[in-house]
């Protein structure tokens, strides 16, 4: 491999500048074009498809949501709001709460990951505290994610 690289060397010295100026142009070049067309094109695109097939899953999603309606006949009970917010601590999420006063209880999760997200909804699920709804996006840093709960007890 060192003699390879030698005769390399001999070969590049033996080049008059005018020669190493065009050869290194050309070097580069062929290595923009390659740069290019074989890595950022292919990523671009396929950058592109995801977010296509993203956004078609999105609106197939809505369109079920929208054609099955609010849930019928779901009753829910009020949730303990010290229950919410020490699950939310202890899954490292901060809640940040909508709306005070009666109603139902709505808060925002910003810049979250999935799996704590998911893992707090599931742990209160399993504690018989499951959303009305749920509302959940791509931001830059995570997922905002919106939950409304029933009405919340002291």
């Known amino acids: ?57 999105a609106a197939q999603l809505q369109a079920i949501q929208q054609a099955l309606g609010p849930p019928q006949g779901v009753a829910r009970a009020p949730v303990p709001l010290a229950r919410i917010e020490s699950s939310a601590k202890a899954a490292g999420l901060q809640l940040q709460r909508d709306a005070q006063g009666a109603g139902p209880l709505a808060f925002r999760v910003d810049g979250a990951s999935a799996q704590a997200v998911f893992g707090w909804l599931d742990s209160l699920r399993e504690e018989g505290a499951a959303p009305l709804s749920l509302h959940v996006a791509r931001s830059e840093d995570g997922l905002q994610a919106r939950v409304v709960f029933a009405e919340a007890v002291p």
């Open 1 to 57: 491999m060192s003699s390879l690289a030698s005769q390399a060397t001999q070969w590049w010295s033996a080049r008059a500048p005018r020669e190493r100026w065009m050869l290194g142009t050309m070097f580069v070049l062929i290595g923009a074009f390659v740069l290019w067309y074989g890595v950022l094109l292919p990523l671009d695109k396929w950058r592109l498809r995801s977010q296509r097939e993203y956004d078609q899953a």
